[in-house]
């Protein structure tokens, strides 16, 4: 089997859930195609993600769109160096046929297979393009993960705290859902609460108390059940584009408000600005949640006041994609990792210590 250079393109599948994703990279991070097939509407009937469904979907999806990707690219499967699949954390179901054809790929044409952790995407995402990863604090917000990472570089994390029910993601589309909103519900909740006020409803904000590992950890099922009440006590108000609104802005905001908050602690517990020589403090933050308003305006304004320096992945990059996928193989494959081709997924990977 040939080994990679570092200078050849590489192949990147991504299907961790229910976008099927396929990229061309080259080294350190130009993008020279990154196309997804989003399957979201078709989900949108059953109110989430079904997994056979969208493994289904996957299958028909994937070879299509990567012949399309290697044409944007204008590159044959012989110029590629390398074959990168999302290997966990996901539904196993869809998780299945993106390495299996990563791996029959990379077989084929005798090049090495990396299987890559999904989160460690996302992690590195901000960064996309730079030769090295800054120290960090990274605050990773998906519909099905919630977590604080200390990053000291490519491979190299520190889990500082995590969602120990609900994700926040997961948190917007239940909450949108009681409230008769579509899927995905976060972005139905970002728009209304844009007029709405945030204080009008103290919907809880669970394990905010300081205490051991200053509460790094997350809980958001409280807050369906809260709201759940709520509505039961106050059903008219949810009938009104003003209260619906404020309702909106107080789901939001209690769910964006701790993220913040948890955030900033993580960064002053990891004692991140007396480790760096120059006192420099970076935070960065990634996931499909990232793209929230109130989440990214917050997080300006916390890394503003506090002189720190924020880290966000563009748009196109918030959501799952295989641009992402790349990019974090290319730090691996650099140094000569590679997977043997009989890995199994691993739909339970956690990245971090």
């Keep these: ?3 990679y250079n570092g200078h050849q393109p590489i192949l990147a599948i991504e299907s961790s859930c229910d976008e099927t994703a396929a990229a061309v990279l080259r080294a350190p991070g130009e993008i020279l195609s990154s196309l997804i097939a989003s399957q979201a509407e078709e989900h949108a009937r059953f ?5 056979e469904v969208a493994s289904r979907n996957h299958l028909l999806a994937v070879d299509p769109l990567v012949r399309r990707a290697l044409k944007e690219a204008n590159l044959t499967p012989c110029d590629l160096g390398a074959v ?19 791996k029959g790929f990379a077989l084929a044409l005798g090049i090495p297979y990396l299987a890559l952790n999904h989160l460690e995407g996302h992690l590195l995402s901000p960064f996309l393009g730079q030769e090295t990863i800054p120290h960090h604090i990274a605050l990773l917000v998906s519909g099905g993960h919630t977590q604080l990472t200390e990053v000291r570089g490519a491979g190299d994390y520190t889990l500082l705290g995590r ?21 995905p519900g976060g972005i139905e909740i970002d728009r209304l609460a844009a007029t709405g006020d945030p204080l009008k409803y103290p919907f809880p904000k669970a394990l905010m108390e300081r205490g051991e590992r200053e509460n790094l950890d997350f809980s958001f099922s409280g807050l369906k059940t809260s709201v759940r009440y709520f509505l039961e006590k106050h059903p008219s108000i949810a009938t009104s584009p003003e209260g619906m609104a404020d309702l909106c802005a107080s789901i939001r905001h209690a769910i964006v408000d701790v993220l913040i908050q948890k955030t900033a602690r993580a960064v002053e517990a990891s004692g991140l600005n007396h480790q760096e020589p120059d006192g420099s403090v970076h935070v960065a ?6 793209a929230n308003k109130a989440l990214r305006t917050g997080l300006q304004e916390l890394c503003r006041t506090k002189g720190w320096t924020l880290h966000l992945p563009a748009p196109e990059l918030s959501t799952d ?3 992402m996928i790349a990019f974090a193989a290319i730090h ?3 140094v000569g990792e590679s997977s043997p081709i009989g890995l199994e997924i691993s739909p339970q990977w956690g990245v971090g210590k």
Excluded: R
Aim: charged share 15%; aromatic share 4%; glycine share 16%.
């Design 285 to 290: 933050v990634s996931g499909g949640v990232s």
């Design 332 to 334: 691996h494959l650099k």
């Design 47 to 51: 109110g989430g993600v079904v997994p």
């Design 1 to 3: 089997m040939k080994s």
């Design 84 to 102: 990168v699949a999302t290997s966990g954390p996901g539904l196993a179901p869809a998780l299945l046929v993106g390495a299996a054809y990563a």
């Design 163 to 183: 969602t120990l029910d609900d994700a926040a993601g997961e948190a917007f589309d239940k909450t949108a859902k009681l409230l008769g909103l579509g899927y």
């Design 321 to 323: 994609n295989a641009a």
